[in-house]
Nanobody, 118 residues
Framework: EVQLVESGGGLVQAGGSLRLSCATSGFTFEDFTIGWFRQAPGKGREAASCNSGVDGRTYYGDSVKGRFTISRDNAKNTVYLQMNSLKPEDTAVYYC???????????WGQGTQVTVSS
């Protein structure tokens, strides 16, 4: 069974940093793109970043470019999101999931809460 477990969230002051981890299992990690998505209260879910296991290409949303960095450790089947220069508007629940342009994967977990104070 596909499992994705997020961790690393917390409370941080504006300008601070956090590193989120997405530990995965149940699929061939290198064959899939893994994305980080976030959802603020009352708002829709948006893609923050994704990383391709096939060719290593990355995507960053405009709101996080230059501040966030996605990476993966194939030996640990884990994807990371290094979040620097955090802003209050980054406050959201962050989820990881398989990402595809042709299929909506439904492996959403509980996510990890990131709260950035002013």
């Amino acid at each position: 069974e596909v499992q994705l477990v997020e961790s690393g969230g917390g409370l941080v002051q504006a300008g601070g940093s956090l590193r989120l981890s997405c530990a995965t299992s149940g699929f061939t990690f290198e064959d899939f793109t893994i994305g980080w998505f976030r959802q603020a209260p009352g708002k829709g879910r948006e893609a923050a970043s994704c990383n391709s296991g096939v060719d290593g290409r990355t995507y960053y949303g405009d709101s996080v470019k230059g501040r966030f960095t996605i990476s993966r450790d194939n030996a640990k089947n884990t994807v990371y999101l290094q979040m620097n220069s955090l802003k209050p508007e980054d406050t959201a629940v962050y989820y990881c999931n398989l990402a595809s342009s042709t299929w909506n994967y439904n492996y959403w977990g509980q996510g990890t809460q990131v709260t950035v104070s002013s």
